[in-house]
């Protein structure tokens, strides 16, 4: 008499045998087979862990890969629009879709230092360039339009250091640059402009 058994149960089981039937011993194997335990000359107990049970199906999680941006053809190019505003006290790398409606993503130079004096460095311009490469990368973004703006307007029309890192940063990160903008803006008839500072500077 030998059961096999696949699923867990707990059984107790008295039968009344005749006493020429007889059960063999079987393994101590909790996990193949039936234990026997005689009890009060013609009962066995069969006490099983697993009997006659098939196994329960238990649902696997399925793995679905999730592909962010739109479905495209191989070396079809996606593009993206990069606004790089650098000023003196600051790197913004902000990347929206072509339409400009919809930001994908923005870091700045601040996200990547902790002194303040280092927002507006070549480095922390670059550290920001590659994490909106990867993140763009994510979003099946692999084209970037670039438009670089200074403070502009009444104040400096020259871009901060961390405008030539950023854009280097881009292209060497592997997205293709597209057209390559200044987009600096300049007052056709504004307010006074501030004045130098007077005096003697030593």
């Given at each position: 008499m030998r059961l096999k058994y696949d699923e867990t149960?707990?059984?107790?089981l008295a039968l009344r045998i005749h006493s020429s039937l007889t059960l063999p011993v079987l393994p101590p194997d909790a996990n193949s087979w039936l234990r026997v335990?005689?009890?009060?000359?013609?009962?066995?107990?069969?006490?099983?862990?697993n009997f006659w049970m098939s196994k329960r199906k238990t649902r696997e999680p399925k793995e679905d890969n999730v592909t962010l941006g739109p479905a495209t053809r191989e070396g079809e190019l996606v593009f993206g629009?990069?606004?790089?505003?650098?000023?003196f006290n600051d790197t913004f790398i902000h990347v929206t879709d072509i339409s400009g409606r919809e930001t994908l993503v923005r870091i700045t130079g601040g996200m990547k230092v902790k002194a303040d004096r280092d927002e507006s460095s070549p480095?922390?311009?670059m550290l920001a360039a590659q994490?909106?490469?990867?993140?763009?990368k994510e979003l099946g973004i692999n084209a970037l339009h670039i438009k670089l703006r200074a403070t502009g307007g009444n104040k400096t029309k020259t871009p901060g250091p961390g405008a030539q890192s950023a854009l280097r940063a881009l292209a060497r990160s592997g997205?293709?640059?597209?057209?390559?903008?200044?987009?600096?803006?300049?007052?056709?008839?504004?307010t006074r402009r501030k004045s130098g500072r007077r005096g003697r500077r030593l």
């Open positions: 149960l707990t059984l107790t335990k005689s009890c009060h000359g013609r009962s066995v107990v069969l006490k099983s862990d629009v990069a606004h790089i505003f650098a000023s480095y922390a311009a994490d909106v490469s990867q993140r763009c997205m293709k640059i597209g057209r390559i903008e200044d987009v600096t803006p300049i007052p056709t008839d504004s």
